[in-house]
């Protein structure tokens, strides 16, 4: 059975930081293409951030570049969401995603399996 359990999210002042954790299992997650996902009350989900199975590539929404950094860790199944200069805007659940390929990808209908999510809200 596949699982992607999210942590990490909670309450944040604006320009605060967070650092959002996502562990698989039941999947071969070394050669996963892993993403992030967002979702703000009354809109739709967006992509926010995606890294292929190695580490080596990463694609970001632009509203998020040069402040959010993903990263992965295959010794422990999990990938990472290093969120920086934090604004209201960044208030969202948050998901993560894996692909049954090992490439970046920046449309939901390329994943494959999905977390519950965790909430983050950026707010003084």
């Known amino acids: 059975q596949v699982q992607l359990v999210e942590s990490g999210g909670g309450l944040v002042q604006p320009g605060g930081s967070l650092r959002l954790s996502c562990a698989a299992s039941?999947?071969?997650?070394?050669?996963?293409?892993m993403g992030w996902f967002r979702q703000a009350p009354g809109k739709e989900r967006d992509f926010v951030s995606s890294?292929?199975?190695?580490?080596?590539?990463?694609l970001y929404a632009a509203s998020v570049k040069g402040r959010f950094t993903i990263s992965r860790d295959n010794a422990k199944n999990t990938v990472y969401l290093q969120m920086n200069a934090l604004k209201p805007e960044d208030t969202a659940v948050y998901y993560c995603a894996a692909r049954r390929s090992t490439g970046v990808a920046d449309r939901q209908l390329w994943y494959d399996y999905w977390g519950q999510g965790t909430q983050v809200t950026v707010s003084s």
């Open positions: 039941g999947i071969s997650f070394s050669s996963s293409g």
């Open positions: 890294i292929s199975w190695s580490g080596g590539s990463a």
